[in-house]
C-alpha cells in the first residue's frame, strides 16, 4: 500500500468518524428528547426488576448465539467455538469503528484463513449468508404487514408497501435462482460486477480486476454444491438468528410495561422489520442513533394509548428501546475483545490454507493474510475485497 493510499484512507476514516459523531450527538442531544424525557426514561429502566434483568441478558444471549448456527452452515468445517470467536470479534469491530463493517469482513477473513480455510470458501460463505440475510430482511416487512392485514389493520399505504415489498423480494429471489440455474447468466453477472468493480477502483486510482465472468461461472458451482446439502440448515438457522432479536425487542417491551393492550407483537414486528431496513445503510457504526430514533418514533406512532396515559408509555417505549439497544450492541463488544484475544493465543486451531488457495497481499507489508498482525493492520487501512 503506497504513501498517498494510506493518506487517503486516514483522510477517509476521519471524515467518516467526525460525521458519524455528529450524527450520533444530533440524535441523542436534540432529535431523541423531542420524543421523550431522559428522566422518564432513566426511571422506567430503574424500575425493572432483578428478574426481568436476568431474563433480557438470557434472552440477548441466544441471540447471539443463533448466528453461529448460520456461520456454521456456510462454513463447513468450522466449529461453534470458532463461529463464537469470529463472530463476536467481527460484531464489535462493526459496532465501535466508522466503516466497521467492511473491516469487520477483514477480520473474519484473517480467522478464517488463519485456521485453514481458502479465500474462495470464505468468499462463498459470506455472499451466500449475505444472501440468505437480505432474503429474510425483505421477507419480514411483507410478513408483518399480511399480518396485520389479517388483523384488519389494513390501509392503502400498507397494500402499496406489501405490493412494493413482495415485488422486490420476488425479484431479488428469482435473480438468485437464475444465477444459479443458468451459467451464462452467471458469467454474465460476474462480467458487470468486475465492470463495476473496476469503475470504482480507476475512481480511487487503484489497478483494475481481473475478468470476473470465470469467476461468475466458478461461483456458481460452488454455491449449488453448498446448497444442495445445506439450503435448508442455512434457511432455518437464519431465520431463527432474525426472529430471536426481534424476541429480545418484544421481552423488553413487555418487562418494561408496554402490554398488547398498547403495542400488539405484530405491530412491533412490523416496525422493527422497517427500521432493519433502513438501519442497514452505514451512516454510524452499528446504527447507532438511527435506530434508536427510527424504533422509538415507528413504535410510538404506532401504538394504541385510549384509556391509558400517552406520556408515560412514550416513556416506557423509548426506555425499552435503549434497553434493548444497550443488550444488542454494548453486549457484543467486550465479548467480541475477549473472542480477540482467543484468537490471537490460541495456537490449537492455527492451519495451513490450502495449497492453491489465492493470497493476496494481507494488509500490508510481509504480514501474511491470516497472522494476528496483518489484522492489527488491517484495522487501521482500508479492506480492500
Not at 455472499?127 to 440475510?133: E, H, I, R
Not at 422489520?273 to 434508536?292: C, D, H, K, N, Q
Request: glycine content about 10%; cysteine-free; charged content about 15%.
Amino acid at each position: 500500500m503506497d504513501e498517498h493510499t494510506r493518506t487517503a484512507g486516514l483522510v477517509k476514516r476521519i471524515i467518516q468518524s467526525v460525521i458519524s459523531v455528529a450524527v450520533v450527538v444530533g440524535i441523542f442531544a436534540f432529535a431523541f428528547p423531542q420524543f421523550a424525557d431522559y428522566g422518564d426514561v432513566w426511571a422506567e429502566i430503574t424500575a425493572m426488576t432483578a428478574v426481568e434483568v436476568v431474563t433480557l441478558l438470557a434472552v440477548a444471549l441466544w441471540n447471539l448465539v443463533t448466528y453461529w448456527f448460520v456461520l456454521t452452515a456456510v462454513m463447513p468445517g468450522l466449529t461453534y467455538p470458532q463461529a463464537a470467536v469470529s463472530n463476536q470479534a467481527s460484531t464489535a469491530v462493526a459496532n465501535t469503528l466508522p466503516g466497521g463493517g467492511a473491516i469487520a469482513v477483514g477480520v473474519t477473513y484473517a480467522m478464517y484463513h488463519s485456521w485453514g480455510f481458502g479465500t474462495s470458501q470464505f468468499a462463498l460463505a459470506a455472499v451466500v449468508s449475505g444472501v440468505w440475510n437480505n432474503f429474510a430482511k425483505l421477507g419480514m416487512p411483507v410478513l408483518a404487514l399480511a399480518l396485520l392485514a389479517l388483523e384488519g389493520e389494513i390501509t392503502a399505504a400498507r397494500v402499496i408497501a406489501a405490493a412494493a415489498g413482495i415485488g422486490v423480494l420476488i425479484a431479488f429471489i428469482s435473480l438468485g435462482a437464475l444465477f444459479l440455474y443458468k451459467e451464462s447468466l452467471a458469467r454474465r453477472i460476474g462480467a458487470f460486477t468486475g465492470r463495476v468493480v473496476n469503475r470504482v477502483r480507476s475512481w480511487l486510482r487503484k489497478p483494475p480486476v481481473d475478468d470476473w465472468g470465470d469467476a461468475g461461472t466458478k461461483f456458481r458451482t460452488q454455491a449449488l454444491g453448498l446448497l444442495r446439502t445445506r439450503w435448508l440448515r442455512l434457511t432455518v438457522a437464519t431465520v431463527i438468528s432474525h426472529v430471536s432479536l426481534y424476541i429480545v425487542l418484544l421481552v423488553t417491551l413487555r418487562h418494561v410495561g408496554v402490554g398488547g393492550e398498547v403495542l400488539s407483537w405484530i405491530q412491533i414486528l412490523a416496525v422493527f422489520a422497517f427500521i432493519r431496513l433502513i438501519s442497514a445503510l452505514p451512516i454510524t457504526p452499528g446504527g447507532v442513533g438511527v435506530v434508536e430514533l427510527g424504533l422509538t418514533v415507528g413504535l410510538q406512532l404506532a401504538a394504541d394509548y385510549s384509556g391509558v396515559d400517552q406520556m408515560v408509555y412514550e416513556s416506557k417505549i423509548a426506555a425499552s428501546v435503549l434497553v434493548f439497544r444497550a443488550i444488542t450492541f454494548f453486549l457484543p463488544i467486550p465479548l467480541g475483545a475477549i473472542s480477540y484475544v482467543i484468537w490471537r493465543n490460541n495456537k490449537s486451531w492455527r492451519k495451513s490454507p490450502p495449497p492453491n488457495d489465492e493470497q493476496g497481499d494481507g494488509a500490508g507489508g510481509d504480514a501474511q493474510p491470516g497472522s494476528p498482525d496483518a489484522v492489527e493492520r488491517q484495522m487501521g487501512a482500508d479492506v480492500d475485497p
